[in-house]
């Protein structure tokens, strides 16, 4: 049943992902639940990974690159005494070894300390990374073995809440690209040992917290209209990431027509420009003027549908 005109959705939900579903697989779940095939997540989760899944529609998933890029924070859980294929407990084993001798949270938080800021980080064999169009998971699969060059990562922040020469846990605060499970495979060659990531669960990403997120039963459950209020205008997702300027419809016009236009600012300097409650352009400043970046076309209002899916 059609409750309203034909628009397409345009905006960001929160999902606190379930273990178990792939990133790609609660993107079309969701997708299907706002009727819409105009869908993308940002940061994609493993399937023994929870926790917050940012999936945008419309207009909106021209800021998926952007929400992939800002730091995101986890609660891992690492095993001590084997390293598995995949550096997860999916993975089949392939190297045992003593536990680490007197682990302590201290001793784990100075090694952690050394780590923080721009280090080198092998990524797992078993990933989403491609290479002549065919992802490393799927190597892997096939029998060949996938070695990758070390890649600059951030790791911003590391506590240790809890260590023993059995297991620890640990929150991380780090930047795009970086791996948990690359991280445990890491901590274990450096203490002499190995180890592995056993549970991992994203508490904030992309600049949204777990206690902003719905579930994908709870989404499943609502009403059309319950659901179009858990989803996230553009602008208000856009002004997370950027400083927002408001101008008016002469400028905003021309914005959207591409023209550079006069602006002092530092160079480089980002930007996300509006008119009302319409997210306009990200722009960048160069040379004294603003450079479109991104447009965005005219705000559409969300569509609202009847939908009677149950979670699969």
Same mark, same amino acid.
């Given at each position: 049943? =059609?409750?309203? +005109?034909?628009?397409?959705?345009?905006?960001? %939900?929160?999902?606190?992902? $379930?273990?178990?579903? /792939?990133? *790609?697989?609660?993107?079309?779940?969701?997708?299907?639940?706002?009727?819409?095939?105009?869908?993308?997540?940002?940061?994609?989760?493993?399937?023994?990974?929870?926790?917050?899944?940012?999936?945008?529609?419309?207009?909106?998933?021209?800021?998926?690159?952007?929400?992939?890029?800002a730091p995101k924070t986890y609660i891992a859980e690492i095993t001590f005494g084997s390293e598995t294929l995949s550096d997860d407990a999916s993975g089949?084993?392939?190297?045992?070894?003593?536990?680490?001798v007197g682990l302590t949270v201290d001793k784990l938080q100075v090694l952690l300390a050394s780590w923080l800021g721009e280090l080198p980080q092998v990524p797992p064999q078993v990933s989403a990374l491609q290479r002549g169009g065919v992802r490393d998971h799927k190597r892997v699969r096939m029998g060949e073995v996938v070695v990758r =060059?070390?890649? +600059?990562?951030?790791?911003?922040?590391?506590? %240790?809440?809890?260590?023993? $020469?059995?297991?620890? /846990?640990? *929150?991380?605060?780090?930047?795009?690209?970086?791996?948990?499970?690359?991280?445990?495979?890491?901590?274990?060659?450096?203490?002499?040992?190995?180890?592995?990531?056993?549970?991992?669960?994203?508490?904030?990403?992309?600049?949204?917290?777990?206690?902003?997120?719905?579930?994908?039963?709870?989404?499943?459950?609502m009403s059309p209209e319950q659901r179009l209020g858990k989803l996230l205008p553009l602008l208000d997702v856009a002004a997370r990431l950027l400083p927002v300027v408001q101008v008016d419809a002469a400028m905003a016009l021309a914005l959207r027509q591409g023209r550079r236009l006069p602006w002092q600012a530092e160079a480089n300097t980002e930007l996300l420009m509006a008119h009302g409650s319409t997210a306009v352009a990200m722009v960048r400043v160069d040379d004294g003027h603003l450079v479109v970046s991104r447009g965005f076309a005219h705000a559409s209002l969300p569509r609202v549908t009847a939908v009677d899916e149950t979670v699969a």
């Open positions: 049943m =059609e409750l309203a +005109p034909e628009l397409e959705p345009c905006g960001v %939900v929160v999902i606190d992902k $379930p273990l178990g579903w /792939t990133s *790609r697989d609660l993107v079309n779940k969701v997708g299907r639940l706002y009727d819409t095939r105009s869908a993308g997540h940002a940061g994609t989760l493993d399937p023994q990974a929870s926790g917050v899944l940012t999936v945008a529609m419309g207009e909106a998933t021209k800021l998926v690159t952007r929400l992939m890029d089949a084993v392939v190297r045992t070894s003593p536990l680490p =060059e070390a890649r +600059p990562v951030q790791l911003y922040e590391a506590e %240790v809440l809890s260590a023993s $020469p059995v297991a620890a /846990t640990l *929150r991380l605060r780090v930047g795009a690209g970086f791996y948990v499970r690359a991280l445990a495979r890491d901590l274990g060659n450096a203490l002499q040992s190995a180890a592995h990531l056993n549970t991992l669960r994203r508490t904030h990403g992309c600049g949204f917290d777990v206690a902003e997120a719905v579930t994908v039963e709870a989404l499943a459950a």
